[in-house]
């Protein structure tokens, strides 16, 4: 069973949204903010933050620190806007998907199934190469199966794009990367539109890897690549 947690701020349109996943045998809980959805996302453990949440006050939320919180779910935002910049900045702020309103509940739900597999299939987004179930980089170690991360022996607790992003660094250790690359690869956006998205999820992940932040170089001018550390 899915479980879906939707965060939304329009309490009647929200119970229609909930009752039609209900229908298609989703598990649905609901709050009405963050501080809600914080404390149900403990105790509910979804696989999916349903963001419903009228623009601009989405962006009240800090969807990547929800996240957080909780068994790293994936997040699918919904919005009235159909801005390109908004796209971008919900991306930023944490969301896998973003999806505009109206919208067909058949697309919905779909998404919302694609992206229950993204997050506990076996392999990072990129499809290149022969299929792993592990990668290493010296004291970094990628689990690809049950998509964990270790390095020096601790584990590090990952969103599932950072995990994607990470896993298509690290596949081909030196290899370059162009934003707009690993823009399609992770993100499935393709347009060239000079957006952070990329950039502040390699912030995220040098943060957590802290000593051993290295481990992902940037190419001035160009994008991303990994480096193989050793112990």
């Known amino acids: 069973m899915i479980k879906v947690l939707i965060i939304h701020d329009e309490p009647n349109n929200t119970r229609l949204l909930a009752d039609?996943?209900?229908?298609?045998?989703?598990?649905?809980?609901?709050?009405?903010?963050?501080?809600e959805a914080l404390h149900k996302a403990a105790l509910f453990q979804p696989d999916i933050l349903l963001l419903d949440l009228a623009k601009p006050h989405y962006e009240r939320y800090d969807v990547y620190g929800i996240s957080l919180e909780t068994n790293q779910p994936a997040v699918l935002l919904l919005s009235e806007?159909?801005?390109?910049?908004?796209?971008?900045?919900?991306?930023?702020?944490?969301?896998?998907?973003?999806?505009t309103k109206p919208f067909d509940i058949r697309e919905l739900t779909a998404r919302i199934?694609?992206?229950f597999r993204l997050r506990n299939r076996s392999a990072p987004l990129s499809s290149e190469g022969p299929k792993q179930d592990k990668i290493e980089l010296g004291v970094l170690s990628i689990e690809l199966v049950n998509r964990t991360v270790r390095t020096d022996g601790q584990e590090l607790k990952l969103t599932p794009k950072?995990?994607?992003?990470?896993?298509?660094l690290a596949r081909h250790p030196e290899r370059v990367y162009s934003r707009t690359a690993l823009l399609e690869q992770v993100w499935?956006?393709?347009?060239?539109?000079?957006?952070r998205t990329v950039d502040t999820h390699i912030?995220?992940?040098?943060?957590?890897?802290?000593?051993?932040?290295?481990?992902i170089q940037t190419v001035y001018g160009i994008g991303y690549k990994s480096k193989k550390l050793s112990s």
């Open 81 to 99: 806007s159909h801005h390109i910049a908004d796209k971008v900045r919900g991306l930023e702020r944490g969301a896998d998907v973003y999806m």
């Open 162 to 168: 950072e995990f994607d992003l990470l896993a298509v």
């Open 113 to 115: 199934r694609a992206l």
């Open 203 to 215: 912030q995220r992940l040098r943060k957590k890897l802290g000593q051993r932040q290295g481990i």
């Open 188 to 195: 499935d956006i393709h347009f060239d539109g000079g957006t």
């Open 20 to 35: 039609a996943l209900k229908r298609e045998a989703f598990v649905v809980e609901t709050a009405e903010d963050g501080e």
